[in-house]
């Protein structure tokens, strides 16, 4: 009997072993030992291992990076109450298998739809707080960040990790972009006045400001014209009153030359004199000074 015990352990013990089931993990899954329904082991590391047929049974995960973009832009609104459809794509993972499966089972689409609902409202919040030029150019990036850090701590409640949320396109609604256009167009036309207003003030200083220097030229020149005028009369009247003294004869004939210059410019023209009038003395007799 002592010996039959022994013997009968063993064959019990390979007969255990040999009902048992192997199965393979890749690197790309976590695989879940499950037994009366109940998650009795989580494998994460590639290899051979074993379950119990009949008792147990495995089920698969995906382990690597996934990503949600349907194509299907939210309708949001932005501070200035306009319209925008945002299309975007998020990257995610499983890191907690166990928690994956007790939030959402092996209904992967659940996942889905938390974690796009999730980004989808915190875009309206962020977006509701800011400008349509915020949004498409101006703090997008911040956007995104703050979205993608929210979302994974949401995410991880349900054993998930949000690695990236980005905007691909950021697009105006009809009546946005006309509403857009005509605000555009207004600010457009009041800069355009503002800039032609400056432009016609700084043109009259210029003018102003030119006059003003016209004026002191002129004057400037005037003051210097009578300055050199008075000089040159100064100096003609010493000049002439010179050679009157030295040459009386002279002086009297080139005055009188003067004369006759200033009365016949033309050559019609006609004066009325009393022939023995001295005027016409150097006329009769050139040398009618002389002695």
């Known amino acids: 009997m ?38 009795r082991r989580v494998i994460s ?13 495995v089920r698969y995960f995906d ?11 939210a309708r949001i609104q932005t501070i200035e109450k306009m319209n925008v459809r945002a299309d975007s794509y998020i990257k995610w993972r499983i890191v907690d298998v166990e928690r994956y499966y007790k939030a959402v089972g092996t209904d992967q689409r659940k996942a889905v ?9 915190m875009l309206r919040d962020e977006f509701g707080k800011r400008t349509v ?3 498409i150019s101006g703090k997008r990036d911040e956007v995104m960040d703050l979205v993608q850090k929210v979302a994974d701590a949401d995410a991880s409640r349900i054993g998930v990790r949000v690695i990236d949320v980005r905007i691909k396109r950021v697009e105006l609604e009809d009546s946005t972009l006309t509403s857009v256009y005509e605000r555009m167009q207004s600010e457009r036309k009041a800069v355009a006045s503002q800039l032609r207003a400056e432009g016609s003030a700084e043109a009259e200083k210029i003018k102003a400001d030119a006059d003003r220097q016209r004026e002191v030229t ?5 003051n210097k014209a009578q300055q050199l005028k008075g000089e040159g009369d100064g100096r003609a009247a010493a000049i002439y009153g010179e050679t009157y003294g030295q040459y009386p004869e002279f002086y009297a004939f080139y005055k009188s030359l003067d004369a006759y210059k200033e ?16 005027f016409f003395k150097y006329m009769k007799n050139p040398r009618a000074g002389g002695k």
């Open 263 to 278: 009365s016949f410019r033309k050559k019609g023209d006609l004066l009325v004199v009393d022939p023995s009038a001295d």
């Open 2 to 39: 002592n010996r039959i015990l022994p013997t009968l352990a063993v064959i019990l013990a390979v007969l255990f072993v040999l009902s048992l089931s192997f199965f393979t993990v890749d690197q790309r899954q976590f695989a879940v030992v499950f037994q009366f329904s109940e998650a």
């Open 133 to 135: 030029q915020d949004v």
């Open 113 to 121: 739809d938390r974690l796009r609902n999730t980004v989808n409202n």
């Open 63 to 73: 382990k690597r990076i996934q990503t949600i973009d349907e194509n299907i832009p």
């Open 218 to 222: 002129l004057a400037d020149a005037y």
């Open 45 to 57: 590391e590639p290899g051979f291992h074993f379950k119990i047929p009949l008792l147990q049974e």
